[in-house]
């Protein structure tokens, strides 16, 4: 497979290109990506799951859905709107 390096100013290795991907751009032209260019990346976390969320928003996830079928209605109605207003971003 045709693989095409990307580096930045330094001379350092900051991403990868092959030759399926520039296939998968043209056959699929409406996918859904980020300003800069990459497919978006969604993830499901329980609302006791606070390493993962933190970790997820470290990692520039696009979307988190919070699962609420195992919380209380209690720590659903906090946890929401703090985790919301805590990365307004994501």
């Known amino acids: 497979m045709e693989k095409l390096l990307l580096v930045n100013g330094k001379g350092e290795l900051a991403g990868l290109i ?3 991907d520039i296939d998968r ?3 699929y032209p409406r996918a859904a990506r980020d300003r800069r260019g990459r497919l978006r990346v969604g993830a499901a976390v329980s609302v006791h799951d606070y390493d993962r969320i933190e ?4 990692a520039d996830v ?3 859905c919070v699962d609420t079928a195992t919380a209380t209605r209690e720590t659903s109605s906090i946890r929401s709107p703090g985790s919301r207003r805590a990365t307004p971003s994501t």
């Open 18 to 20: 092959t030759m399926r």
């Open 25 to 27: 751009v043209q056959q």
């Open 55 to 58: 970790a997820l928003i470290a």
């Open 62 to 64: 696009d979307l988190i």
